[in-house]
């Protein structure tokens, strides 16, 4: 069997953990708005340091390849810590970045633990263990952004984090001597897990911020940037999603059709600026009456809908006066401005097996008309007597006038 030399193992770490830190430095220099990035690259090049004094042990005194670099090395791993603390927004902490560092260095100095090497052992994995976990803790605190390298993460670096908690048990059981520290199979067992550990851990880190800058931009072409609410893709999509839902358990369900009324002469009234303020109000005002299960989108300028699902008739008519009344009380004012907007709403409400959201948006929408028709600012149910009326004008309207009879001139 071969056998691992400690020493050759710590010349490949060294240049494992130095490329490793350039390649995330790389990263964020491609996009420098991905700040844990950053850190975790300087993390893997402090830990580079470390090792390398770590791998002058006996050729330089101890104050330099055990305190100093056992410093570095903790250093390292509170930076990786800080850095997931910046991936999920979360405040840097100065102080708990050199709180390890400085623990340590007042231990090596305290006279009766100077050549206590197995307690010195102990409290070193202690200090990894305790910012091996916090990092594991931090991803799992971000665990509803929907990112799947955030599991193997969170997976690894608690393993990690146990593997050095398993240092004290081998410690007393195979105690290392000052004379003999590389000859420690221990030592070669955990400084081969390290390096493949920090080969694993950057990788899946880099495709960590790599899954959440393409989430983004996928959310980003779902979402309308000034509502923040679904845009008209996402909203036909996720209707087609509720569609198929409906299919295999049908539910009674709503869908509303809204529009703001008289919402061109708000902008030419108050400006571009307060009208999208409206909208913005209109929006808190549409999230405030309806459930959080309730689907809403912003289908283009000031018209929206919404799909009140599993829902019965006389809940949907409650829910959209509610919506009304609280977008035409909030709007009355609106930055100082007497704006007093209101809005017209149409709503179809559907009992059947089939969920066809395209057509009973258009039923919607002959309710909507039917709501501007008679003066706006009301809500409008879909009536199979609406619907033909509607239909009956529109036929009225796109045939051609008869002329009138030809008289006969008198003889």
Partial sequence: MMNLDVNTLFMVTIYVEAILGLLLLFAWA???????????????????????????????????????????????????????????????????????????????????LADAIEIRAMIASGIITAYTWLTAYEFWRGRNEQLVSRWPAIFMLFAHGALFMLRTPLVTLLPWSTSNLYGSVWLTVLSFEALLFTISIAFILLAMAKERTELRHRTAAMIDPLTGIANRRAFLHEAGVMAKRHSANPRPTAVLLIDLDHFKS?????????????????????????????LIGRLGGEEFAAILYDTSREKAVVASERMRETFARIAQDVGGRPVCATVSIGLVHCEGPVLDVPELLAQADQALYFAKENGRNRVEVASLDMIMQRQIREIAVSEPALPPPATQSAA
């Avoid at 100093?68 to 850095?83: E, I, P, R």
């Avoid at 999920?88 to 560092?101: F, K, Q, S």
């Avoid at 030419?268 to 309806?290: C, K, M, N, P, Y």
Wanted: aromatic residues 12%; glycine residues 8%; hydrophobic residues 55%.
């Fill in 266 to 294: 708000i902008n030419d009234r108050f400006g571009h600026a307060l009208g999208d303020r409206v909208l913005e109000i209109f929006t808190d005002a549409a999230q405030q009456s309806i459930r959080a299960t309730d």
């Fill in 30 to 112: 491609q996009n420098t708005q991905l700040y844990a990035v950053a850190w975790w690259g300087f993390a893997h090049l402090i830990r580079a340091a470390s090792i390398v004094l770590f791998g002058m042990y006996g050729s330089a005194p101890d104050l330099i390849t055990i305190d100093l670099a056992n410093a570095l090395l903790f250093t390292a791993f509170a930076v990786t810590w800080t850095g997931a603390r910046v991936f999920d927004g979360r405040p840097v902490e100065p102080v708990y970045l050199v709180t390890g560092a400085v623990i340590w260095l007042l231990v090596c100095r305290l006279p009766v």
